[in-house]
């Protein structure tokens, strides 16, 4: 039995192979220009390898967060407005419910605190921010940005300068807190996608 049913999807697949081949072009599209892809080709990996020269500190980034629209949509403090917050309140008690768009971001889970790496916030607001205007910030402004929240949230100090090098040597609060899962012990449920 097992013979037949090889040869016949062994036929399917020179017949499927055979239509794609005599298939028709339609004259839609075309080939991307290296330009365009290396617009597109922006992600920056956890070492920072991929990071542009430029430099910014937490002073600069403070004018920008507020001349660029982000106090805008995430609060001049960086909470409390409709917009995931940046910078933790302290003072107050999370309430994963309040004031928050989908995926609910707050305090101790903004990505500035939660992010093992620092070069994914520069990674984030460099390709995704200010909403709606993406992709209009220079280097020196994404490093700015980046300084300014990593400052206000109390990892980095206010007169450090960020750049190709130090961003990617900032130790993240987090950095080790996405490891594997707790050893399991017996009797306990298991975790899903844990052996
Ligand atoms: C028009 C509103 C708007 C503006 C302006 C804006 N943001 Fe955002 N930002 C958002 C929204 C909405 C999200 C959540 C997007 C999501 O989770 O899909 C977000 C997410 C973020 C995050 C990730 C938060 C996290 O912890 O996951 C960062 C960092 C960020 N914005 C920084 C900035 C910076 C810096 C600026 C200014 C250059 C800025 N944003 C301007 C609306 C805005």
Known sequence: MALPRLSLSAAVLVMC?????????YGLGRSPSSEEI???DIAISPTGKELPEGQGTAKEGELLYRSKGCAGCHGATGSGMHAPTLISRKDVKP???AFCLAPCVNDANSMSLH???ATT???????????????SLTPNEVYALTAFLLYKNDVIKEDEVMDKQSLPK????????????PAWKHGEPRLQGYP
């Open 17 to 25: 192979q055979t239509a794609w081949t005599q298939s028709p072009t």
């Open 38 to 40: 290396r617009k597109w």
């Open 95 to 97: 309430n994963p419910a």
């Open 115 to 117: 992010s093992p790496f």
């Open 121 to 135: 916030l520069w990674d984030y607001i460099n390709r995704g921010m200010p909403l709606g205007k993406e992709g």
């Open 170 to 181: 900032v130790k993240m609060p987090n950095r080790d807190g996405f490891g594997l899962p």
